[in-house]
């Protein structure tokens, strides 16, 4: 089973600044790996997929890159409703999530 | 609009078979590529995938679990059923349905691009 490993698991920010989180695979994950943002008792909500695509409806300021076993999603200027916790999760040979970033 | 939703008992004991159905509209379980996916999710936790079946009846299943799953659909009311035997205290949690990305191939994964708002289900004696 492929692990992986979120970074950090906070990361304290004030709105308009920029928010890196970082994805890390346990094994080449190629470029299939998704991030999703989830509110308190919310659903989680598909952001990006497949390392670099945006979701329909997602807002631009919502970036992915990587590939292999290391990922990052950059949230540039950060808005009030950015606050939320985000996993990544990935597709090469089953499927499972991250632990997850709260960004506060 | 795609809208999913849970629903089923919100209590189970230890060692019962929880049964839990989701409904949907606004896609067809009938055509390739569609797909349904369970996923749960323990307080304060992380989620954790548990299984798809797709329009051909073909399943999936996480492998740590599959020994307890069973998901079976009702194309004819729009329904997804998650069976899971042999409930315990650590299967406390949400549980969502959500539906799989429609993409050809790699069956067996996926990404879940709607999502039903969850149900919450507690393993308690």
């Known amino acids: 089973e492929i692990v992986l490993t979120q970074s950090p698991a906070t990361l304290s920010l004030s709105p308009g600044e920029t928010a890196a989180l970082s994805c890390r695979a346990s094994q080449s994950v190629n470029t299939y790996l998704a991030w999703y943002q989830q509110k308190p008792g919310l659903s989680p909500r598909l952001l990006i997929y497949d390392a670099s695509h945006r979701a329909t409806g997602v807002p631009a300021r919502f970036s992915g890159s990587g590939s292999g076993t290391d990922f990052t999603l950059t949230i540039t200027s950060l808005e009030p409703e950015d606050f939320a916790v985000y996993y990544c999760?990935?597709?090469?040979?089953?499927?499972?999530f991250g632990g997850g970033t709260k960004v506060e | 609009q795609i809208t999913l939703k849970e629903s089923g008992p919100s209590r189970v004991k230890p060692t019962q078979t929880l049964t839990l159905t989701c409904t949907f509209s606004?896609?067809?379980?009938?055509?390739?590529?569609?797909?349904v996916g369970w996923i749960r999710q323990p307080p304060g936790e992380a989620l954790e995938w548990l299984g798809f079946i797709y329009w051909d009846d073909d399943k999936r299943y996480s492998p740590s679990l599959r020994s307890r799953l069973t998901i079976t659909k009702d194309t004819s009311k729009n329904q997804v059923v998650l069976t899971m035997t042999n409930m315990d205290p650590v299967d406390t949690g949400t549980y969502y349905c959500a539906r799989r990305l429609p993409y050809d191939g790699d069956w067996g994964s996926g990404y879940f691009d709607f999502w039903g708002q969850g149900t919450l289900v507690t393993v308690s004696s």
């Open positions: 999760q990935h597709r090469a040979n089953g499927l499972t």
């Open positions: 606004g896609f067809a379980l009938t055509a390739r590529p569609v797909g």
